[in-house]
Every structure is written in structure tokens, then in C-alpha cells.
């Protein structure tokens, strides 16, 4: 499986930005998918994710009510709309998937990862 992240950017404090995850090798339909982020000098935090099935979805409580994984995406690609961005948000984000209907916050339960896309907010 191949993933490709993209669609970062910078952005204002209060504004909006999308990103997409392309997968190539399988479909989405048979995995979940995962959003993480990562800013200079921190761990890789989980920030959200959508089972397999499409019927689930977790969000961190930093980004509830923020950020949005729509469940009717194409197969292929999945997104993650971000609204109402904190300078708090700026890191390296990046997709990753997993077999199953799980949705972990560890970044070791996920072994299929993308690049990484940089959101930058400013103040």
C-alpha cells in the first residue's frame, strides 16, 4: 500500500484548509485510515481517524468539533477538512492505514504510512 498526503499549506488563525490521502496498491474500502501530526521538538500525535467500514470515526479533543474525516469520500482517497485553525495546529501531518475496524491512537498499530504534508497557521 501507498499512501500520498497532500494539500497543506499556510493558512491564517481561523481558517480552513483540506487534506487528501491518495492510496494506490489497495482501495481505502479495505482499510481504515488514520490522521497524524507532528510539529518540531514532539512526538507524532494522534489527530483522527475512520474505520474500515466507514462507520466509525475518533477525534483528538484538540481538534473535536475543528476537523472533519467525511465518511463519503471515494474509495481511494480519504480527507481531512480542518476549520477554524490554531497556530497550535502547525506540524507535519500525515495519513497512514491499517487492516481492521480499529482506530488506535498509537502510531506503532499503523504499518502503512504517507509522506507527510506541512500546515503551517500564522497568527
Known amino acids: 500500500v501507498q499512501l500520498q498526503a497532500s494539500g497543506g499549506g499556510l493558512v491564517q488563525a481561523g481558517g480552513s484548509l483540506r487534506l487528501s490521502c491518495a492510496a494506490s496498491?489497495?482501495?481505502?474500502?479495505?482499510?481504515?485510515m488514520g490522521w497524524f501530526r507532528q510539529a518540531p521538538g514532539k512526538e507524532r500525535e494522534f489527530v483522527a481517524g475512520?474505520?474500515?467500514?466507514?462507520?466509525?470515526?475518533a477525534y483528538a479533543d484538540s481538534v473535536k468539533g475543528r476537523f472533519t474525516i467525511p465518511r463519503d469520500s471515494a474509495e481511494n482517497t480519504k480527507y481531512l477538512v480542518m476549520n477554524s485553525l490554531k497556530p497550535e495546529d502547525t506540524a507535519l501531518y500525515y495519513c497512514?492505514?491499517?487492516?481492521?475496524?480499529?482506530?488506535?491512537?498509537?502510531?506503532?498499530?499503523?504499518?502503512?504510512w504517507g509522506q507527510g504534508t506541512q500546515v503551517t497557521v500564522s497568527s
Open positions: 496498491g489497495r482501495t481505502f474500502g479495505t482499510y481504515g
Open positions: 475512520i474505520s474500515q467500514s466507514g462507520r466509525s470515526t
Open positions: 497512514a492505514a491499517r487492516d481492521g475496524n480499529a482506530i488506535y491512537q498509537s502510531p506503532n498499530r499503523w504499518p502503512w
